[in-house]
């Protein structure tokens, strides 16, 4: 009974997110990237690409403090919103690395192992080496700017560079060119991706309740 249970809200929470997905391509047209349309604008020219760094590991006196600090490992598939992290660091692990800080709102997006995994900042974090974060300017919604990052895993991973291990530089992210409609049509998106989360939470909190 409790796996029936637990596979009807597991078949909800797909459902809403095909809903998601479904009203994005409705309301802007296409949702694939990868033609890379030349009438598009740049990463660069709608926010600010940031990047992090992992302060020393036998420096004490870096870890444990009071600042958010996420690695790629943290982000899944089956989570966007992050407002906490599983190491901390000080003030002084901070400025041993002069990290970039991350603001709430800022697009999370893991860089190398593996390329493509993407997330919401919801409160001011930093962040190790495998990020390629973006802060998003006045034209473009982190709602937006989510939802058509990860339907392209596929594409970003193919944009992936090096021997060893494929990884995407900063360079490349500012590059790469996305469709940016009105800031209005990307709001009232919003506005339904909020909508939706609200059914997915209360649904999740039901099933906690019933213990499903």
């Given at each position: 009974m409790?796996?029936?249970?637990?596979?009807?809200?597991?078949?909800?929470?797909?459902?809403f997110?095909?809903?998601?997905?479904?009203?994005?391509?409705?309301?802007?047209?296409?949702?694939?990237?990868?033609s890379q349309?030349?009438?598009?604008?740049?990463?660069?020219?709608?926010?600010?690409?940031?990047?992090?760094?992992?302060?020393?590991?036998?420096?004490?006196?870096?870890?444990?403090?009071?600042?958010?600090?996420?690695?790629?490992?943290?982000?899944?598939?089956?989570?966007?919103?992050?407002?906490?992290?599983?190491?901390?660091?000080?003030d002084?692990?901070?400025?041993?690395?002069?990290?970039?800080?991350?603001?709430?709102?800022?697009?999370?997006?893991?860089?190398r192992?593996?390329i493509?995994?993407?997330?919401?900042?919801t409160?001011?974090?930093?962040?190790n080496?495998?990020?390629?974060?973006?802060?998003?300017g006045h034209?473009?919604?982190?709602?937006?700017l989510?939802?058509?990052?990860?339907?392209?895993?596929?594409?970003?991973?193919?944009?992936g560079?090096?021997?060893?291990?494929k990884?995407?530089?900063?360079?490349?992210v500012?590059?790469?060119?996305?469709?940016?409609p009105?800031?209005?049509?990307?709001?009232?998106?919003a506005?339904?991706?909020k909508?939706v989360?609200?059914?997915?939470?209360?649904?999740?909190?039901m099933?906690?309740?019933?213990?499903?």
């Open positions: 409790v796996g029936s249970s637990t596979s009807v809200v597991q078949a909800a929470n797909e459902y997110d095909a809903l998601v997905k479904s009203r994005f391509i409705e309301m802007f047209g296409l949702i694939d990237i990868s349309n030349k009438e598009w604008s740049e990463i660069r020219d709608v926010g600010v690409v940031l990047t992090g760094s992992t302060p020393k590991t036998g420096m004490d006196e870096y870890w444990g403090g009071d600042n958010l600090w996420i690695t790629p490992a943290e982000l899944s598939v089956d989570r966007k919103y992050y407002s906490d992290t599983e190491r901390k660091i000080t002084l692990g901070v400025q041993s690395c002069s990290l970039d800080k991350i603001e709430p709102g800022t697009v999370l997006l893991t860089s192992a593996p493509g995994k993407v997330g919401i900042a409160s001011q974090m930093y962040c080496q495998g990020f390629k974060n973006i802060q998003c034209k473009i919604n982190s709602e937006y989510y939802t058509l990052l990860f339907y392209n895993t596929e594409y970003l991973n193919s944009l560079r090096g021997a060893t291990f990884e995407i530089s900063r360079k490349i500012e590059s790469i060119r996305i469709p940016v009105s800031i209005e049509l990307q709001n009232q998106f506005d339904f991706v909508q989360d609200k059914s997915k939470f209360i649904l999740s909190r099933a906690e309740l019933l213990g499903l």
